[in-house]
């Protein structure tokens, strides 16, 4: 097996700071603040020295890690920066020592507030993480899970108000599809259903749907087009709390 040394570090709001009190170990992955970001350190075994496999294996691991974190402290987070280091291979011949050193590879993905959390509180995220991944990891189309969570975390980082609420609509989407509220069972209702049963505002403004404000924001030129992104303007906000409760709701009907 060849072993390499993860390193990285994500990214938050730019005016927001975070402080663990201590560091949080979670199924081999070291989590901790420097500098008012989390960052942490893993190491990853795969059957060859390929460092192109080593570094889509540490991408996955760190983004289902950066999604249990968005959903556990409610705010979104994406990978800043992750370096894949190949461990140094030592070999004894005889009374020489012959030591093996490879090149890291480093992966830029894209840097107030301090939220500084006890000892207590980083307990207590280390239990929900423990939890949450248990849950995800049991779930029939986990990645797709993982994606509505991404998507949320763009959202959430987004400063341009429109494309905020693209972002989200589009986790809004994905999490529709996975409890199987579609256009074939529901028509056109589909999102007025898993509105409705999710506690998400379905009509905004003078009672206009959320699926025609996107609709008009992405396909229809003109005034419509212009009304329509003020009132994603206005409501991107509110309608990121309310998916972000959906997505809670939701994986606390899975299964533990």
């Known amino acids: 097996m060849h072993e390499f040394d993860v390193t990285f570090w994500l990214k938050g709001k730019p005016n927001i700071s975070y402080s663990f009190d201590g560091v949080i170990e979670h199924e081999g992955v070291t989590i901790e603040t420097r500098d008012g970001k989390i960052c942490g350190k893993m190491v990853i075994s795969i059957e060859s020295g390929d460092y192109n496999l080593a570094r889509e294996r540490a991408i996955k691991e760190v983004e289902k890690l950066t999604a249990m974190l968005t959903v556990i402290l409610g705010e979104g987070f994406t990978i800043e920066d992750i370096r894949v280091e190949r461990r140094s291979i030592i070999e004894s011949e005889g009374r020489v020592k012959k030591i093996t050193v490879f090149d890291t590879i480093g992966v830029k993905e894209e840097v107030h507030v301090t939220k500084t959390f006890s000892k ?87 009672k206009k749907p959320i699926t025609d404000i996107r609709n008009k924001i992405m396909h229809v030129p003109g005034p419509e087009k212009d009304e329509a992104e003020e009132l994603a303007k206005q409501y991107a906000d509110s309608f990121g709390r309310e998916l972000l409760g959906a997505i809670k709701k939701i994986l606390d009907e899975a299964p533990s």
Not at 121 to 145: A, G, H, Q
Not at 180 to 196: D, I, L, T, V
């Open 120 to 206: 207590e509180s980083s307990e207590d995220v280390k239990t929900k993480l423990k939890e949450l991944t248990d849950k995800i990891d049991k779930l029939d189309r986990s990645m797709d899970y993982l994606r509505a969570i991404k998507w949320w975390a763009k959202g959430d980082l987004e400063e341009d108000k429109v494309d905020k609420f693209l972002d989200y609509f589009i986790s809004f989407e994905i999490l529709a599809s996975l409890k199987c509220y579609s256009r074939k069972k529901y028509g056109n209702e589909w999102a007025r259903k898993f509105s409705e049963n999710y506690s998400i505002t379905y009509r905004l403004g003078e």
